[in-house]
């Protein structure tokens, strides 16, 4: 049981590096992102921190993950 769930924590980092760098383009392409002046707008900085902190979930995962599968406890 210990090794599905640290696979299930893997998969879910991997899942999570691969969609939100893709997200984040669009999300930085979208015209609502920056005002007319080119600063960043609160909709770029919440998608922003938003894709920052999955990001950081991902590694704890993969962290968490591949403690359990070498074996640290």
């Known amino acids: 049981m ?3 769930l ?3 924590l893997l ?3 991997a899942f999570n590096v691969i969609v939100w760098p893709r997200f984040w383009k669009r999300v930085s392409d979208d015209p609502r992102a920056r005002d007319e002046s ?5 909709f770029l900085t919440v ?3 938003l894709i920052g902190l999955a990001l950081l979930l991902a590694l704890g995962s993969a962290l968490a993950g ?5 074996g640290w406890r």
Do not use: C, D, K, S
């Open 2 to 4: 210990e090794n599905f």
């Open 6 to 8: 640290a696979l299930l």
């Open 11 to 13: 998969v879910n980092a």
């Open 38 to 42: 080119g600063r960043p707008t609160r």
């Open 47 to 49: 998608h922003a921190i």
């Open 66 to 70: 591949g403690a359990v599968l070498i």
